[in-house]
């Protein structure tokens, strides 16, 4: 990869990120994303401005699985009466691992990262499965997958364009 940054998850933007595969093995985890943003701060950005990366592998080394949700929701009428009340779901890490092969062209729509005092980061990311259809107004399922990791590296081999305001 001719660009890599380590832990730089406040330089990145995922608002259009699709997270299009996912390996895990004993190694860690890797994410193909496409859409990912390259924040002016970054310290691979040499011109300063939002950018859409090209493709980019991020390496979770030594990616371990935690306790994670599948967010529960809401859904009211157009009036706001409540006609629907889902709570979250808490999913162990084999619940998780058994989801991996469908979190394939999803969005990947946010990377919380926390670094602890042994040095691990713990991540939350924000994975939400797409409309059926352009314009469907039904409820999609989400989930905040929790991982540990010694280190993250996000590679990528070329900018593409710069991200319009």
């Given at each position: 990869?001719?660009?890599?940054?380590?832990?730089?998850?406040?330089?990145?933007?995922?608002?259009?990120?699709?997270?299009?595969?996912?390996?895990?093995?004993?190694?860690?985890?890797?994410?193909?994303?496409?859409?990912?943003?390259?924040?002016?701060?970054?310290?691979?950005?040499?011109?300063?401005?939002?950018?859409?990366?090209?493709?980019?592998?991020?390496?979770?080394?030594?990616?371990?699985?935690?306790d994670s949700v599948k967010e529960g929701y809401l859904y009211r009428?157009?009036?706001?009466?409540?006609?629907?009340?889902?709570?979250?779901?808490?999913?162990?890490?084999?619940?998780?691992?058994?989801?991996?092969?469908?979190?394939?062209?999803?969005?990947?729509?946010?990377?919380?990262?926390?670094?602890?005092?042994?040095?691990?980061?713990?991540?939350?990311?924000?994975?939400?499965?797409?409309?059926?259809?352009?314009?469907?107004?039904?409820?999609?399922?989400?989930?905040?997958?929790?991982?540990?990791?010694?280190?993250?590296?996000?590679?990528?081999?070329?900018?593409?364009?710069?991200?319009?305001?």
């Amino acid at each position: 990869m001719k660009f890599q940054a380590v832990n730089e998850f406040s330089h990145f933007s995922f608002s259009d990120c699709v997270l299009t595969g996912i390996e895990w093995n004993p190694a860690g985890i890797q994410l193909t994303l496409e859409a990912l943003i390259v924040l002016p701060e970054n310290s691979q950005n040499t011109n300063f401005t939002k950018s859409y990366a090209g493709p980019v592998q991020l390496r979770l080394i030594g990616g371990q699985l935690t306790d994670s949700v599948k967010e529960g929701y809401l859904y009211r009428d157009a009036n706001g009466k409540l006609l629907e009340s889902v709570p979250d779901t808490v999913l162990s890490p084999a619940e998780v691992e058994a989801l991996l092969p469908t979190f394939r062209d999803v969005y990947l729509f946010q990377i919380l990262s926390e670094t602890r005092e042994d040095g691990s980061v713990l991540l939350e990311l924000g994975i939400e499965f797409p409309q059926a259809e352009e314009f469907d107004t039904l409820v999609t399922p989400s989930y905040r997958i929790g991982v540990r990791c010694e280190k993250a590296v996000f590679g990528w081999d070329y900018y593409m364009n710069r991200v319009e305001s």
